[in-house]
RNA sequence: GGGCGGAUAGCUCAGUUGGAAGAGCGCUGCCCUUACAAGGCAGAGGUCACAGGUUCGAUCCCUGUUCCGCCUACCA
């Protein structure tokens, strides 16, 4: 049993990639459907492919980490499949990016060269956050690493749109849709944010048809619009408006002419002047009121969000006016729309407005509500089941706080658009004939941002599309062969929602899907519980009839130590592989774990971390102390034959164990790691190993040997059970000490045992503890030097702590570094001794030389003070009838005993200061 | 506008059936005591946001207020 020499700090770079190396060959992480225990299985939220690991992916995989290490130390058949996604509109940016950095663009490229181009990229930085991943430990199964547009996944898609489109659950139509004028695509209402602004509120005349003296006034923040208003709503019951019903108004800056409606779902009386101008083609309420009135729609922006000349033509507004807006972005086209109004004496007032404002989460401009076809999914059959998944419990979303806000959600949404008018991602499995369709397919010669030529090809609402699985070869109808497919793609999160069963082989029966869906848990942030979850439950549940995943656990954001949201361009972030570089992998993966508490955001400082890397060097030198020792002879007799140090230890490691799994099983990773903590450097460090010192360098001592198995027992258990958390610390230590087997990845967690327990020796120690501690404090008080041998005396009121005090007796000598006599307090010295009390216990140490006394005394007068104050509190409760009568006995006893116990704390505390004002000569 | 969460030590946060306020970090003092100075020991520091209510008793339960977050929303 040669054990390793270790060094004096704990060097996690050598350590790290060793062990993961090593992991990895032989195979730990890798899952098999045959293997043996009960499935636990985790699909990783994916990454982008091109991305790299933040700060927020390394609490997300942390955890999950935890999770996975722990499930399978328990004997289960674990998976943790790993992915990346394919993030189209994210990676089509970077590599568009790149392109116009080289003064090309992707439609100099072309549709296919410009996706051979985004796959090289993928290629060249694709593995940058695997290697990343793998440097944080994580034991995900690398063999059935999956992406988003791999040829197994790409078929799920085909076969889910196919489908959902059979069942008449896709659609496609002209909405309006919110649309990015930057990247030129449709978005999802959710890939909308919103910001507040503060803006303007423009009233605005517009003068009835027959009598222009008579004015209606319309509110608006976006007067621009007005030139595609088709009517204005007035509130039905509302008696200044409601004779105009019917009537016509003209509009402003135009030759048209627009109807009054009354709309009493769209018009607030009490806002704004009452009356609402209607422009259906650029806001979705007036959509929909457009809808209601049949109104036409008239677009007055193209695809880019400028002025568009045909448009404001088709909207009648005057030449001269076109020929100074067309082609101007809103920014430029507002001024000149309101000067025109205050030209003709029609702008009323503009006031300072806030409101809210639309933005790309991906590019941050502002967008557009854009009249466009697009493909939807009809959402509310998927929703419903989805719905009571989690109503009825078969999903589990912790914190618990945050099933509302799913329900909320998910009774109110809305078609979801799932065409993007990008070319990186799952082109649309939709094809129309030519010829059946030529009116339909609309060809557009424009240019691009950089100037190319490009054709922009329209599919208009009535093309009828081919849906099918491959290329149709043959029109059903005219029997043509010329198709064009639908150029546009799937939004990313239509691949993702498949994820927990697509990863597994689904279209495929594969043993995989059999043994591991439903998943286990679901582990991801709150940003993406729409956006993902969601998703992944409706879809999970029409096409694989049960639920993606058991447990959804919801963690926390990750800001930085003022609470600020990390952003590459405040410059605050955290780069998890610099803070893994500088203070080690497990400091980092402790740290986040001991930070994530349930329903408030992380704000992490680089000071926690490193506080955490000293407790990975103390754990490092726990293990060293332990080597120093291990030579010896080792013994492992029955426990309750063993020595206090040990029963205590074992007892309280058992606690911890208990303490762990519970909490583990809560997803109270805080806890677990706080549990961990306290009792290594805590109860194991800072006493026990104080504790059995004298009895290890004591070569005739006849503890020793069964105190040295215990040592090396509850080492190895404790780092079994930190393994999760701290994977290559623990298996580094853990290598070395004696009878190891092959790794500790692959060890049984700990798991409580009701034997190990022992209430009696937890409580002689917190009379050890409070005995050591009273003689820390005169030691102090007296400034005598920690070395400086003492002599002191020790009493107890209590008949059983006073035995107990008999035999603790050696261990709070040792600690106080003395000699201790149990006298009864009658029989102590009344000359020169320092006296202290808490509840019943009292110790006292010789003042020798020359100390000044004040510390001593303002202590002891301190004590007084608040014991006196607890008194007055007991006395008073005691005193209450009430509480008498209606307080359980057992709290009225207690109380009382603490009464007791305090008033003789004060009559011991009164004949101490006594001697001290004796001693001080005052 | 609606919903949710938070307000506890200088800072970050625990506090699970209401019955003596806790941790980590930081701070002060003393110590290089043969596992660890990335350490040890001892300390200081809190009307548990505010105001009411329920209760014998409230950091905890209820109501209201203030101040922060977040989510959500079509007030033009």
Redesign the pocket.
Known sequence: MRTRQLD????PKTVEARWYQVWSDRGYFRASPDNPGQPYCIVIPPPNVTGSLHVGHALNHSLQDILIRWRRMQGRNTLWLPGTDHAGIATQNVVEKQLMAEGSSREALGRERFIERVWQWKAASGNTIIAQQKQLGESCDWDRLRFTMDEGLSKAVLEVFVRLYEDRLIYRGERLINWCPRCLTALS??EV??E?VKGK?YSIAYPLEQDSTVTLT?????PETMLGDTAVAVHPDDPRYNRFIGRKVRLPLTDRTIPVVGDAI????????????ITPAH???DFEAGERHQLPRLPIFDHRALLDSEGLKTAGVYADLISNIAGNPVSKARPQIEQALKDRGLLVKVED?K??IGKCYRCKTVVEPYLSPQWFIKIKPLAEPAIQAVERGRIRIIPE?WT??YL??MR?IKDWCISRQIWWGHQIPAWYCRSCNSRFIHEQLTTSATGTPITRITLLQGAVPIVARSAPTQCPECLGHDFLRDPDVLDTWFSSGLWPFSTLGWPERTPELKAYYPTSTLVTG??IL?FWVARMIMLGLKFMGDVPFRDVYIHALVRD?E?Q?MSKSKGNVIDPLHVMEQFGTDALRFTLAS?A???????L?E??IE?Y??F???IW??A??AH?YLDGPRTSGPLNERSFPDRWIVSRLNQTIETVGFELEAY?F??AA?AL??FI??EY??WY??LI?PSLQDAASADAPATRQTLVDTLETTLRLLHPFMPFLTEEIWQTLPDHGESIVVQPYPTPDASRRSADMEQQFLLLEQT??LL??A???L?Y???QPIQFVVAHDDATRREHLKGLQPYFAHLGRGTADLIPTSSWPTKNLLRLVS?GLSVGMTVAGDVDLQKALD?IL?QQEEQAK?IGRLEG?LA?Q??A????PE?VA??RQ?LH??RGDQSMLASSETQLRAMRGV
């Open positions: 004096k700090t704990y060097d209402d959710i944010e919103h507040d509120m319309v509110a608006t923040t976006r769209l018009v607030d009386r009490e806002f704004g002047t009452g009356a609402v101008k806001d979705f309420n407005h409101m809210a706080g509302n806000n909320g959600w109110d709150l940003d729409f130590a609470g949201k930070m508490s349930p329903g408030r955001d992380i704000k400082a000071e926690r506080g890397r000293n990975a060097n103390k030198n726990a060293r102390f120093l109270r805080d806890r706080a903590y306290h450097w805590h460090c800072d190993l104080e010192k050591v501690s820390r404090t030691r102090v008080l400034n030097s920690p070395g509840e202590r301190k607890e409760k209450s009430d509480f009568a209606k307080a359980p709290v207690d109380h603490r116990s305090l």
